[in-house]
Nanobody, 123 residues
Framework: QVQLAESGGGLVRAGDSLRLSCAAS????????MGWFRQAPGKEREFVAA????????YYAGSVKGRFTISGDNAKNTVYLQMNSLKPEDTAVYYC????????????????WGQGTQVTVSS
């Protein structure tokens, strides 16, 4: 079992950048594929980005492609989400999650979740 803890959220202005971190404990994070999701008030939790350690494949939602980058550091057992050119519509609680099998796109594939970190982007 793995425990995930997000950090790095905050209040920023449109056009700013933030880097979210997801620290894992309990097991080596490279045992899992990793994803980031977000949930805005009144909306469903949606896929943002995912990565596979093997081969280094990364995947992004169309709304963030070119602005967000997912990466990981095995030595620190941590996954990151670099968010650039933030927009007000990026405002949400961001969740880190880990999965073993299934599609990276669907939240139902994920076995473990963090508690989330709030990102608020003002216009």
């Amino acid at each position: 079992q793995v425990q995930l803890a997000e950090s790095g959220g905050g209040l920023v202005r449109a056009g700013d950048s933030l880097r979210l971190s997801c620290a894992a404990s309990g097991r080596t994070i490279s045992s899992y594929s990793m994803g980031w999701f977000r949930q805005a008030p009144g909306k469903e939790r949606e896929f943002v980005a995912a990565m596979r350690w093997s081969g280094g494949s990364t995947y992004y939602a169309g709304s963030v492609k070119g602005r967000f980058t997912i990466s990981g550091d095995n030595a620190k057992n941590t996954v990151y989400l670099q968010m650039n050119s933030l927009k007000p519509e990026d405002t949400a609680v961001y969740y880190c999650a880990a999965y073993i099998g299934g599609s990276y796109y669907y939240k139902e594939s994920y076995n473990y979740w963090g508690q989330g970190t709030q990102v608020t982007v003002s216009s």
